[in-house]
């Protein structure tokens, strides 16, 4: 009885495989912190600004008017900007039903932000939440993996 050594081209395919889904990995994860930065900044930027939506037309203009010389109001759009090009590198390396479950990252994240950088309460129905996106996320990666046939 022989022991089969796979030919060294197979260990190379197998090794750039990991390494690209690394890197996939690696890209979905930076576009997804700079959308939830850009998330985080604009709500910044509005708390500043305050309300839009009064009853009156001339004031919601004067708002409107004022949220364009806000420089954080363009941050966070820049870092959307940003964030929409990794995304494009994502969606020409990895399948959509894979890539865009780990966009919910963003939601766990938003949450927690919300909670300790913004002190906002967090009421327990939505922590039960964040721990559902968190899982169905996990189990996304966990179907990626390749089953031995």
């Known amino acids: 009885m022989a022991l089969e050594v796979p030919p060294p081209e197979a260990a190379l395919a197998a090794s750039a495989s990991r390494t690209s889904s690394l890197i996939s990995l690696a890209l979905v994860v930076v576009s997804v912190g700079l959308a939830t930065a850009g998330h985080f900044t604009l709500k910044s930027a509005m708390t500043d600004i305050g309300r839009i939506g009064t009853a009156q037309v001339r004031a919601a203009t004067d708002t409107i008017v004022k949220a364009a010389k806000e420089p954080k109001l363009w941050v966070g759009l820049g ?7 990794f ?3 994502v969606l020409s390396r990895v399948d959509l039903s ?6 919910g990252l963003s939601y766990v994240a938003i949450v927690l932000l919300d909670k300790y950088a913004l002190e906002v309460h967090v009421p327990p129905l939505r922590w039960v939440g964040v721990a559902l996106i968190a899982m169905g996320i996990a189990v996304v990666g966990i179907s990626t993996r390749s089953v031995p046939g």
């Not at 870092?79 to 090009?85: I, K, T």
């Not at 894979?98 to 966009?103: Q, V």
Request: proline share 6%; charged share 0%.
């Open 79 to 85: 870092l959307f900007g940003f964030s929409a090009v």
């Open 87 to 89: 995304w494009l590198v």
């Open 98 to 103: 894979i890539a865009y479950p780990f966009a």
